[in-house]
């Protein structure tokens, strides 16, 4: 039955073409169709021989043998295999609307003019999202039974289930809007590979547009790579700056990642077969691109890479041998020293027999995004989502249709919020050839409610029927919480280079450290649901700072904006030990205070000469004189804990305040909490 299908489709195409070709005659490039213009026919000739040389020497020339053809072409336009040549070259240099002219004419010319002629069709319509006609060029050419047809048997195969995919998915679109970033970013040339920071104020990309820094050009007539970046305020993107020579030296350089606070950047370089670089940002000035170590770059081909959101995973792609397809996805993890350890698989679920690409880890710590052609899409490279909870990757969920095309759809990159996200694809309408595009993503779609409240109230006057549609919500696709800020110095408010800790304060676990910028302060930390985090912020000559946030696993997006003053480590300072907690109306000290007492302890022993005066406070619920009791003996439990770590008496005093010196008024739970607190006060240094 199939075998008749094929045959069916087969001959009505060439009986269409036939028709055609009655009414368009095949005209061959020779004296019996010219004989009266032998320079003209001369000169073609010589054109189609330079174009098929080039073109013979591999794909990259074919921009360049598209010329010579076209050449020939204004000579004669009516040969069938010159339009085929043509449209092959136009297919090349994605100009797919045009080379689609070109077969067709090719086909009316003559039928028989390539055997594969239907099978570069069938790409055409495919990439043109024509699902339909698609399938049946695709039938067609596997009706044909060529050799070549049969060796394609059964990517044909695949390429019609990336259509019926393709069919599905665009009957029930995301809810989104894509729309191009604009011309302060995009130009004539190529701008792919955006990286963002966690919440979407800074991207980074790779562009090929003229640079004065750099002249070398591709096979292909191509600029090289540079790399750009850009700041956001408010809703308008600045214009791009190029981080110097540093970071991009004299051949290729593209945006391989960019970690969640924008400290280190991640370059790949096409020395020795494609590795991956990191450049950290100190101050103003980035550092000179550093190679990864050997258990992340190999002799092969590694290149877009994502660091977790503690710093300590780094996700990337490589083709080594031993992976389950071509290119696969790695994580290599951090041990206590700072080292990159052997890098591992992905399991099968994530990875395919076909090629992964361009991964991106969400902030949240747990969603993993990135490209494949192995899982079902719609053609090329489709985007999709896994997460890992409970120790077991997820079924990648395929985006959906308008973000993926039946194009490749590749380098996507989304804010901590899930709001935005950014991504390149060569589109009708662009304003060069990759461009940056933003996809804003919407919430469910509200159900239709049948009456307002007006109408509830006027029913009786005028009884009407009514259907109003309120407005989406914004989908907020993560739980976690994004605190940034800047860390400055509380009595001058000069920015301060700082130590960040973060801490799971029910395990006492240090779960990641990061760096304030030394000449901004800025600071930026991605807190994914689920835990009691402790933050403690330390610089030299300085008191460290401490906070507290328990994120619960129900918790949505939240971002939190905190500037952090840190007071000189001098006589009459002081600080809230926020991280400090007791048993309710008792003495006793939990568990979760254990980092925040070493970290006192570490101070003290850093600082031998330092004598400190620990002091509890409470709120103005209960007796004056059992609160003063009370905050005593919470102040006495911290000075025994540091007795007994080695820190000598005579260093050590305490005292009880009770309600004697509120923070906040007593007016609400959360001032009270304020009130309720242990404090440590710099007696002699």
């Known amino acids: 039955m199939k075998r008749i299908l094929f045959t069916t489709v087969t001959c009505a195409l060439i009986a269409l073409a036939s028709h055609a070709a009655a009414q368009n005659q095949n005209i061959e490039f020779s004296k019996a169709y010219f004989p009266d213009q032998k ?52 297919f090349v240099v994605n100009q797919k609307e045009k080379a689609l002219t070109h077969f067709q004419k090719a086909l009316e010319l003559n039928p028989n003019v390539e055997e594969d002629i239907l099978w570069w069709m069938a790409q055409l319509y ?205 994580v290599s993890e951090q041990d206590a020293k700072g080292r990159w350890g052997e890098a591992y698989l992905l399991p099968a679920v994530v990875n395919t027999p076909d090629d992964e690409e361009a991964i ?113 919500i914004a989908l907020n696709t993560s739980s976690m919480t994004l605190l940034k800020g800047r860390v400055i110095d509380k009595a001058t408010s000069e920015p301060l280079e700082a130590v960040i800790v973060l801490t799971d304060i029910e395990k006492n676990e240090e779960l990641a450290l990061f760096k304030s910028n030394s000449v901004t302060g800025s600071y930026m930390v991605s807190l994914p649901s689920g835990k009691n985090y402790g933050i403690t912020v330390m610089a030299e000559k300085y008191l460290f700072y401490s906070e507290n946030f328990n994120v619960p696993k129900t918790a949505g997006y939240q971002e939190i904006e905190q500037e952090i003053r840190l007071e000189k480590l001098e006589v009459g300072s002081k600080i809230v030990l926020r991280n400090i907690f007791f048993d309710f109306g008792k003495a006793t000290l939990r568990p979760e205070s254990k980092s925040e007492l070493n970290r006192l302890v570490q101070l003290m022993n850093d600082t031998p000469s330092l004598i400190i005066e620990i002091s509890g406070h409470t709120d103005n619920i209960g007796s004056a004189q059992s609160n003063k009791a009370l905050s005593e003996r919470r102040a006495k439990s911290v000075v025994d804990y540091l007795k007994k770590e080695g820190i000598v008496e005579t260093r050590l005093s305490y005292k009880g305040y009770g309600m004697d010196q509120p923070i906040a008024p007593n007016d609400t739970d959360e001032n009270r909490q304020l009130n309720r607190r242990t404090e440590f006060k710099v007696i002699s240094n």
């Open 360 to 472: 991106f880890s969400h902030p949240d710590g747990k969603t993993l995004y990135f490209s494949s052609k192995g899982h079902r899409g719609m053609g090329g490279y489709d985007i999709f989502k896994t997460t890992f909870e409970n120790g077991v990757w997820s079924a990648p969920e395929n985006l959906g249709y308008p973000i993926n095309t039946a194009s490749d759809d590749v380098f996507f990159s989304i804010s901590a919020s899930g709001r935005h996200g950014y991504y390149s694809s060569e589109r009708k309408g662009g304003l060069g050839k990759h461009d940056i595009y933003i996809i804003t993503f919407l919430g469910e779609e509200k159900p239709m409610i049948n009456n307002s409240e007006d109408n509830l109230l006027a029913w009786r006057i005028n009884p009407i029927a009514e259907q109003v549609i309120e407005k989406a």
């Open 39 to 90: 320079k003209g026919l001369s000169d073609a000739l010589s054109n189609i021989k330079s174009g098929d040389k080039l073109f013979e020497q591999g794909e990259w020339n074919a921009a360049e043998a598209l010329q010579y053809y076209e050449l020939a072409n204004a000579f004669n336009p009516n040969n069938a295999s010159l339009n085929y040549k043509i449209g092959r070259c136009l």
């Open 126 to 330: 495919h990439a043109n999202e024509e699902m339909g006609k698609a399938i049946q060029m695709y039938n067609a050419y596997r009706g044909t039974q060529s050799k070549v047809a049969i060796s394609r048997w059964s990517e044909i195969g695949r390429r019609i289930q990336q259509c019926e995919k393709g069919m599905e998915m665009m009957a029930h679109p995301a809810r989104v809007f894509i729309t191009n970033i604009g011309n302060t970013i995009n130009t004539e040339y190529h701008e792919y590979s955006p990286v963002i920071n966690a919440d979407g104020s800074i991207i980074f990309f790779t562009s090929t547009r003229p640079d004065a820094t750099k002249t070398k050009k591709s096979k292909d007539g191509e600029n090289f790579e540079n790399i750009y970046y850009a700041v956001r305020t408010g809703d308008r993107w600045g214009y791009p700056v190029n981080p110097g020579v540093i970071v991009n030296g004299e051949d290729n350089n593209a945006s391989a990642g960019l970690s969640p606070d924008a400290q280190t950047l991640f370059v790949f370089q096409s020395t020795n077969g494609g590795d991956i670089f990191e450049c950290k940002l100190d101050g103003e000035t980035w550092s000179k691109p550093t190679a990864f170590n050997k258990h992340v770059n190999t002799r092969y081909h590694e290149s877009k890479v994502s660091l977790s959101p503690d710093g300590r995973k780094l996700y990337f792609i490589s083709d080594r041998p031993g992976g389950i397809g071509k290119q696969d996805i790695y």
